[in-house]
Every structure is written in structure tokens, then in C-alpha cells.
């Protein structure tokens, strides 16, 4: 009952607005749409800019061989030019991964771990790449864990 004469009264309200809106003329006024400004990039003047100092690099591929009976858990290096550390995938046994970088001529120690399978630290270790002129081969050697490690340089 209170349902219909909800309907009922809407009903009646609406018919009402429309009969008042009978005859009448409604114009809509148009506003014109504003153009957008073309945006203008703020830029400094060329004396302000400080520029990056260039660094001089070179073309450096490092790989890693691991020739031990164990899956090293993960490699982890530490970038030449920021100083942050970075990780690298696992390597399993008898495998390898290459690293390609563009190596700061200046920077002469190249510095990195290996992680155990449990994510824990197990060897950290620095490598003179100065003699490196293309590419640098770490290989880890051992039985059950890193015995040795051998660096070739071309």
C-alpha cells in the first residue's frame, strides 16, 4: 500500500513538472570551450645547468663459470658506478652467466660475493679488473665448495 502511493505521488509530481514546462521556451546557453595554452617547458638557463661530468668507459663482459660440485645460491655484484649492490640469478653446477657492463675506465676493483642455497653470505671477494680490456673469467673451482677461484683477462 505505501509502495503504490509512493509510485502514485512520484507519478503525479513528475506529470506536474512536465505540464509547467509545457509552452515554455528554454534555451541553452553555449559557452565556447576554452583552447588549451600551449604548454611551455620551464627550462633554465644554459649557465645554471650543472652537467654530469662525463666518465669514460669501456665495453667489459665478466663471466662467471662455476666449476664446482655445488649450486651457488645467488651472485651478487657491486655496481662501479653508483656503489650499490646488485643480484645476480644463481648459478648451478657446471654453469655459467655473463655480465655486460660499461666499465669506468678509472675503477680498477671489481667487487663481489656469493650466497650459499640458504641466501646466506658465503664468500666476498675482490677482483683487480684493470688488466681486463674486453672481457674478465671468474671461474670457481671445488668439490663440495669454492676452492679456488682462477681470473683470465682478455
Not at 25 to 34: A, H, N, S
Not at 73 to 86: F, R, W, Y
Amino acid at each position: 500500500m505505501k509502495k503504490t502511493m509512493f509510485t502514485t505521488t512520484i507519478a503525479v509530481l513528475l506529470s506536474a513538472v512536465l505540464l509547467m514546462g509545457c509552452g515554455k521556451e528554454v534555451t541553452v546557453e553555449k559557452k565556447p570551450t576554452p583552447k588549451p595554452e600551449p604548454q611551455v617547458e620551464a627550462t633554465e638557463p644554459e649557465e645554471t645547468k650543472e652537467e654530469e661530468p662525463q666518465v669514460e668507459t669501456r665495453s667489459l663482459t665478466i663471466t662467471f663459470v662455476n666449476e664446482c660440485q655445488v649450486d651457488i645460491g645467488m651472485l651478487s655484484v657491486i655496481d662501479p658506478v653508483t656503489g650499490e649492490q646488485a643480484q645476480v640469478d644463481p648459478i648451478p653446477a657446471g654453469e655459467s652467466i655473463s655480465l655486460d657492463a660499461a666499465w669506468p675506465v678509472d675503477v680498477t676493483k671489481f667487487n663481489w660475493a656469493i650466497y650459499n642455497q640458504a641466501g646466506e653470505l658465503y664468500m666476498e671477494c675482490e677482483t683487480d679488473i684493470s688488466v681486463a680490456k674486453t672481457a674478465a673469467t671468474i671461474t670457481l673451482v671445488g668439490e663440495d665448495e669454492v676452492e679456488e677461484l682462477r681470473e683470465e683477462y682478455e
